[in-house]
């Protein structure tokens, strides 16, 4: 192991990571002063603590070597696989899906965790099967490794953390060199399946009449003969292509396939999915359609956000936080916080930050020589900008609501200690670039 040293220690990574985690505390201890200025939460007590104790796994994630995590990254993975079977029996229900295992005030998230071991297995079986990762049954087989974790989640059900996977493997796979076609259709059948799953109830909501477009979509009967239409046209395409070997007859086949597998895991989702995570799906398209519930919390945290103007209101002088209007406010909209008392110079500020840790990342990622760590990097610093991306894009209403936090802002142990782990690895990966 290489003694670490002032050279080897990546202090850009480590200094905005740290900056990062001052300014989430500060916003969090804002977010617990209600409006007669009086601090009534202790969160940011809590998070100074899981932000130290996430700074000791940071520094020893950063000092033991990757390949020691190459090698135990089955056990890891199916150590956390365990952690999610035993989350949905004996787990705590937390907002509406059982996600916490623990006792009392003390617990984890175990989905947090879980895609960071996600992440070691699929980089080394991505690295160990080389160029097959082009052929598709090894391609499929590495798409179980994120299915499985997938499909647990769902069953808790939390809709945000489940979707966290599909940008981890998408552009792991593209990395390792899958081919386009293969993760464009995953891609696609990812967004098409939660467009159907909403549907039915914006439909509904919306009191459109039966005869329109989404009438039909909204239909369970017309839906199944069209997917059973589009079963067979991919079915006789694909013969097609395989007899005459022309591409068009392949790509219909791609089509009609992508409309199958879609139209199939919207049905799987609007099982396991509660109302309101359809709804959330709804209101992202109009957050009008319910002003008083669903839409709630997006239409609040926007009026938080354009009220912050350039420069804020200062520190500690928000009012749709002091008020209590913003919802989850110290977890899934503490952007709301921060650029109403911050303003746009203050979320330029975060997102300079962030920035910083991810051309830091993909420089690490791109000098890197070996395929492990190249795809482990890649798998990291697409957990994290996911994160960034979905919080942010739900806290100014362009996503959907899905309970993401905005990483090492936030509060929550879970989610903070897994994006510090995150950290540590990169940094181990940049540390060992210097042995050569």
Known sequence: MRKLTLASFDMVLFGATIVLLGVG??????????????????????QIVWSLSGMVLLVCFALLSYTTLRMFSLYIYAGCLFLLLLTLVIGRQVNGARSWLGFSEIGIQPA???KIATILFLSAYFAGIGNGVRELPRFLLGLVIVLVPIALILLQPDMGEALAFLPIFLLMGFVAGAQVRHLLFILFAGVFAFILAAIPTLHARAGSGGASFFGLLSDPDIMKYLLLAAAVVSGLAFLGWRSFRQRHYFWIAWAAGLFV??????????????????????????????????????????????????????????????YQFLPQQSTDFIFSILAEEWGFLGGLLVFGLFLAILMRGISIVWASREDYAMLAGTGILSMIFFHVMVNVGMAIGIMPVTGIPLMFLSYGGSSLWAGLIGVGILMNISRRRLRY
């Open 25 to 46: 505390i500060l916003f969090i201890y804002s977010s617990g002063i209600n409006a007669s200025g009086v601090q009534v939460s202790a969160e940011f007590i809590r």
């Open 112 to 114: 947090e965790f879980m």
């Open 261 to 322: 597998t879609g139209g199939l895991l919207s049905t799987a989702l609007r099982i396991v999915l509660k109302d309101y995570q359809i709804m959330r799906l709804v209101i992202f398209v109009n957050p009008q359609i319910d002003p008083q519930g669903a839409g709630w919390n997006i239409i609040q945290s926007v009026t938080a956000i354009g009220s912050g103007g350039l420069l804020g209101k200062g520190w500690l002088h928000g009012t749709q936080s002091h």
